[in-house]
């Protein structure tokens, strides 16, 4: 059992399937509005191909025309602060002479301080542009260009969330949203059953732990379908014991193609530990419990017989026989509680 949740907050716009519906690994379930999130993709992009741009443009370096552009500049600059200097000697003499005010001497000198900071400028600005960009500028040029595609990345992968598609083949079970509503990161939207394979849980008994193996056979039967028999494989074994039952969880999983199995069926599981051999197995309903010993009754000529036996591993409803007891012996199975040595019996025909 899986449940599929959205990672992105939106609106329902379509809903592909309803409780019941089966469905394939992959298939789309849901989508929700992509808007916004084509919009940020979008935006993503423009903020990428700014950032290579402006990387591109220091790596190349300035070109002739820029060159020239900043050349003249400097040429023009220069020009001008001459020019700017000779105003400003001819009205230092005007003022002292009484021909301009002070304030015009003001002027004139505050022209050539521009002059002289503009013309500097320049020579910078051109100095730049022949030596062209610091590695330090390459250096964050490069790094901007990483953040943007990063953030594309993300953009990206915002919008595909707005498809959401089933993670595993099998059934809805469960539909917890509607068209048009608005969910946020986390919701769960619906709860999809595996029924083929079907997995199957079962504990082990302390004694046995160490005879499973991964990919080991298992039978099973269940009451829907007595005289049918399914079997499995091994998939995990659990690492430690119910401490309360002293058993160990195993979960196998079992071909289901015609999904006969339902999810929550009750099953008797059937793992074979050991190699295949011969042995006596009788059901445990048999067994007499006592505080040293195990007992049975068997027919002989009519008359119940009581023997004492040593039992083995057991399969299923069934118990395995070391000692005690010989094939081909009939063994008492029901009605042993209230049996005692040399009773009469009747045999069930």
Not at 118 to 124: C, D, G, L, P, S
Not at 129 to 137: K, N, T
Not at 220 to 249: N, Q, W
Not at 285 to 304: D, G, H, N, W
Request: hydrophobic share 40%.
């Amino acid at each position: 059992e899986v449940t599929v949740s959205t990672e992105v907050d939106g609106i329902l716009r379509d809903l592909k399937v309803d409780e019941g519906t089966k469905v394939s690994k992959d298939m789309l379930l849901a989508v929700i509005d992509d808007t916004d999130y084509n919009h940020e993709v979008k935006k993503a992009e423009g903020v990428l191909e700014a950032a290579q741009s402006r990387l591109q443009q220091l790596l190349t370096g300035a070109r002739p025309q820029e060159v020239q552009l900043a050349k003249a500049e400097v040429d023009q600059t220069l020009a001008d602060m001459e020019k700017r200097k000779a105003d400003m000697e001819r009205a230092k003499k005007l003022v002292q002479d009484k021909y301009i005010s002070a304030q015009e001497w003001d002027s004139a000198r505050t022209a050539y301080n521009v002059a002289v900071a503009t013309h500097q400028k320049a020579k910078e600005n051109y100095a730049l542009v022949v030596e062209g960009p610091r590695q330090e500028e390459i250096a964050q040029a490069r790094a901007q260009v990483d953040q943007a595609q990063a953030a594309r990345s993300l953009a990206r992968q915002k919008l595909s969330k707005t498809k959401i598609f089933s993670p595993l083949a099998g059934t809805v079970r469960v539909r917890k949203v509607s068209k048009g509503e608005f969910v946020k990161n986390g919701a769960a939207l619906f709860v999809i059953i595996q029924s083929n394979p079907i997995k199957l849980r079962f504990t082990v008994t302390e004694r046995d732990v160490g005879k499973v193996k991964m990919g080991q056979e298992v039978s099973l039967r269940v009451d829907a379908f007595p005289t049918s028999e399914f079997k499995g494989g091994v998939t995990t074994i659990y690492p430690s014991l119910e401490e309360k039952t002293r058993t160990l969880l195993v979960e196998a999983l079992v071909p289901n193609a015609d999904e006969s199995l339902k999810p929550g069926f009750f099953a008797k599981v059937v793992l074979y530990t050991g190699q295949p051999k011969e042995t006596v197995v009788i059901p445990v309903t048999a067994l007499l419990y006592e505080e040293t010993k195990i007992r049975i009754f068997v027919e002989e000529q009519s008359r119940a017989k009581e023997k004492v036996v040593k039992v083995g591993s057991k399969y299923g409803e069934g118990m395995e026989i070391l000692e005690g007891l010989q094939e081909g012996e009939k063994v008492v199975v029901s009605g042993q509680q209230n049996l005692s040595e040399g009773v009469k019996v009747n045999v069930a025909r």
